[in-house]
């Protein structure tokens, strides 16, 4: 499954997109999100628009996930040298 979350708004969004997952998720399952960083680059989307790790938790973890981890993704197509951000959360 793929969506670009970054052209939508997770506040109003978010909920019924995690309650999605959840639902077509095994037990135990896990979502890996990929976004560009939370601040100003060449590259991506404005900055107004990109969502942070804090951001994606705060709308997923009251509908039962749980972030298993995070990490900058450095070397992204070769050009973003770690303008990457990636949350894994499990439920």
């Not at 979350?5 to 997109?17: K, S, V």
């Not at 639902?23 to 991506?44: M, Y």
């Amino acid at each position: 499954m793929s969506t670009s979350l970054h052209c939508m708004n997770l506040d109003e969004c978010g909920p019924a997109i995690f309650k999605e997952i959840s639902r077509v998720l095994k037990d135990s399952g896990q979502v890996a999100i990929l976004e560009c960083k939370k601040e100003k680059t060449d590259f991506g989307p404005p900055l107004h628009m990109r969502i942070s790790g804090e951001e994606l938790k705060a709308v997923a973890e009251p509908l039962g996930f749980t972030e298993s981890q995070n990490m900058e993704i450095l070397n992204l197509y070769g050009s973003l040298n770690g303008q990457t951000e990636k949350v894994a959360l499990e439920i």
